[in-house]
């Protein structure tokens, strides 16, 4: 575990304020690069992709379903072809980009509160929360019937009144 006396040495504790700063400076220059480098991949998968083709074997099967005759349309194709002689992998990753799912409604349902939870620890951790909107979240996540809600306000403001009333006595 990192501590003070297994750093020394290493030049983390000798480093000046424009040092730190200057290594920052060449770490976000080489973040950009590495973004901008994964964002042109992106782009050139993206036209590849959209090519058209003229593939004897591909191209008639694509046009017959109504389908331009793309790079992508091909491979989708060739996956539910592999798919359909028995390939498991190749239709797992059919469902999955397809949005099937082999998860109950229950369990999705399950992993969407856990989502919530942690959202919520981590807001009130980093001091993000607005007592006004947990108000709100909570009531929205109970939904309860505006009759119920009337109800449960007219309690209130009738305690409230008889609080009054006992306090003069």
Do not use: C
Request: glycine content about 6%; aromatic content about 4%; charged content about 35%.
């Amino acid at each position: 575990m990192p501590n003070e006396d297994n750093l020394k040495g290493h030049g983390f504790h000798e480093r000046t304020a424009s040092e730190q700063r200057e290594l920052s400076v060449l770490g976000g220059k080489a973040s950009g690069k590495v973004r901008r480098r994964k964002a042109d991949f992106r782009k050139t998968l993206n036209l590849l992709l959209t090519a058209k083709i003229d593939n004897p074997e591909w191209s008639p099967t694509l046009e017959s379903l109504g389908l331009e005759s793309t790079l992508e349309a091909a491979v989708n194709a060739a996956m539910i072809k592999k798919a359909l002689a028995g390939d498991v992998k190749a239709y797992e990753a059919i469902a999955k980009y397809a949005g099937q799912t082999d998860k109950t409604d229950a369990d999705l349902a399950e992993q969407q509160i856990r989502t919530d939870r942690a959202r919520r620890a981590r807001d009130q951790e980093l001091g993000d929360t607005d007592n006004s909107d947990s108000i709100q979240s909570f009531l929205k996540a109970m939904r309860p019937a505006g009759a119920e809600l009337d109800v449960l306000f007219n309690e209130e403001n009738d305690d409230a009144e008889e609080t009054e009333k006992t306090s003069d006595i």
